[in-house]
């Protein structure tokens, strides 16, 4: 059977007539998963089945979650219109509201819902499509479990497993790197086509893309975390997802920032910038207003426009509790490349070449860490303690702050170091620290710091 179904059947194939091969393509559909290989073996592997492939009764799309493996209501979640986790499904939808309309034609692309450039995050982006395929769909099953082509016959079948499917092209989302790679793509960008919102697509009207791995993975979960569940692929740990997606995120910048899309005409593309060091007020006058501070952690001269270092600041406070011995190397290398943009793009290429892999480097170590319900306080002091804070100048580091501090409190509550009850106490000194943050154009970062450390000070008091 291997024979057949592998490269030795794609060449025979190429020679038959095509409805002899649709058979062919049919038959391999509905055959168990067996030994075929993964996602690069038969072409009908990688092929996209659409969402209506997954949302059959007996499937995903019943109307209550009453699954004996899983939920089977996960069609009707991923479509819910009150909360972000309708978000996958409306994505397509919203490229032809007013906003979506009014982006696309200040960029000369016409229809949105037809450009190339919207459809790689606002669709799933699919190479090779099966009949019931829809772009209209949105963001869909398969744009994060992977092309369902060679496991949706397998996947239920008795005695598949979550490894059987894995290796049948199913994406591991359950891993920490998979899933952040998965989502960076589209809550980041990417060096594929149609995944990059750059900024004359900010200056045309798109907003700002803002992530945090954890936080958005339980805004749109769709699954329970129960007994089966964490038999089947074990507890998720909240503290390790935030950290490996802090670490994923600076290296998708970095090798992004390295690659062609690092510059635009003459300019470096701004997205990579922080958004608000360009979008400030002047004051000219007698008395100088200074809306910039100097930051400890960012050697760049005044008058330049700092690198986006939201998920460097982050990593850093990440690295000193997780992987203390790698966190000289990765402040380092990132104050070094901060400087390297001032003088050339060459230097900052290869500065960025270099944090880039410090950064990896940090995945893999958190990863494969073992974490402690210790460290989520000792990350909290961080954030909020003498070497972190003060790089807290500008309003990009701060949302991450923010976010940071909010999944790492949810974090305690599940792995059961504070109780429900403890968390909602202070619940009012992250909203303040949301507050302070709400606005991009009257960011203050000293009252941000202040409602930070105060945030910060009363998780500390629960430890
Ligand atoms: C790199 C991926 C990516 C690309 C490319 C992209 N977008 Fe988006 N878009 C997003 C994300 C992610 C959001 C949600 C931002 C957030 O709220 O965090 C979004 C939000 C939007 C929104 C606001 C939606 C709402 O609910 O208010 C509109 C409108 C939009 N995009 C239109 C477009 C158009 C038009 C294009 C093509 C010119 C485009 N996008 C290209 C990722 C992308
Ligand atoms: C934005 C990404 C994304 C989209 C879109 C998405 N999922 Fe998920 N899904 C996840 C993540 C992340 C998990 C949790 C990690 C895991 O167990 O794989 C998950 C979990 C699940 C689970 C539970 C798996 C288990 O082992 O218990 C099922 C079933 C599922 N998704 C089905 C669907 C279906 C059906 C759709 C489309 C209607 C869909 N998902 C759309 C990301 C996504
Ligand atoms: C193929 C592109 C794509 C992928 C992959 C993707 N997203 Fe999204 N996501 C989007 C777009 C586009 C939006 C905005 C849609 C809108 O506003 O209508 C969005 C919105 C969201 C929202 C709602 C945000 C809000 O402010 O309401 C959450 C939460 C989210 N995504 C989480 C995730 C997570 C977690 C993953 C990875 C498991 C992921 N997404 C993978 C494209 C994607
Ligand atoms: C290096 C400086 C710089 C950075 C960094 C920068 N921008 Fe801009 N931005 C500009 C310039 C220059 C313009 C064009 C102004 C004009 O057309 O007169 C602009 C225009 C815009 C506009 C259109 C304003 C208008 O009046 O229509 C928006 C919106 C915008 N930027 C958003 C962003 C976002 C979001 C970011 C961060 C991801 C960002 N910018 C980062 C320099 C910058």
Known sequence: MGGFMGHGWSR???GMMLGALMLLVLLLCLLPGGDRGAADAAPAARSFTGVASCAGSTCHGRMEGDGKVVRQDELMRWQEPSSPGGAHARAFAVLSGTRGRQIASTLGFGDPTAAPACLGCHSTPAAAKGARFLASDGVGCEACHGAAGGWIASHY???????????????????PQARAAVCLDCHFGSDRPGQFVDHRMMAAGHPRVSFELDLFSSMQAHHDEDADYVRRKGRTDSLKLWAVGQAMAVERALTLYASAKGSEGAFPEFYFFDCQSCHRRIYDQAERSKTW??????????GMPPFNDENMIMLS??????????????????????AAIARDRGAAVAAAGKLAASAGALANGFAGARTSGDMAFAIVSEIAGGAISPRFTDYEGSVQAVMAIDTLLNSMVKSGRVTVGAAAGIRADVNRA????????????????SALGSAARSIGALR
């Open 434 to 449: 949301y507050a302070a943050v709400k606005e991009p154009n009257s960011y203050q970062p000293a009252a941000f710091r």
């Open 317 to 338: 406070a990440a690295a000193k509790v997780i992987a203390p011995g790698a966190a000289g190397r990765f402040d380092a290398d990132s104050k070094a490349f901060h």
């Open 12 to 14: 025979r194939a190429a």
């Open 157 to 175: 079948a008795v005695g598949a497993t979550h490894a059987s499917n894995v290796a049948a092209g199913m994406m591991p989302l359950d891993r």
């Open 293 to 302: 501070e100097a930051n400890p952690g960012r050697p760049i001269p005044v």
